[in-house]
């Protein structure tokens, strides 16, 4: 069996910008406590997490536009990824 190390990172993001995946999954929270925020042009409501997985061996390059609407709160969207340890293509 052919094993692939693995590292997650968690990023806190709290202005409009893109994001490149470079990983196996990633996962964008928003708190129930935030201003409006979409991912690509994807709503995402308060509490709920988006999540995109790849197939076995699979590495997503997409770029997310994370964009924050106004509000009377504050941006915040939190970013969870799984990605390939150095030496992985």
Do not use: W
Request: with cysteine; charged share 15%.
């Amino acid at each position: 069996m052919n094993l692939i190390s693995t590292n997650t990172t968690f990023e806190f993001v709290g202005q409009t910008k893109s994001i490149t995946a470079d990983c196996f999954a990633i996962s964008f929270f928003r708190p129930t406590t935030s201003n409006p925020v979409s991912i690509n042009g994807m709503p995402l409501e308060a509490g709920q997490t988006l999540s995109v997985e790849q197939s076995v061996g699979q590495i997503d390059r997409s770029q997310y536009d994370v964009v924050f609407g106004a509000g009377a709160n504050s941006n915040e969207l939190h970013i969870i990824r799984i990605i390939p340890m150095s030496g992985y293509r």
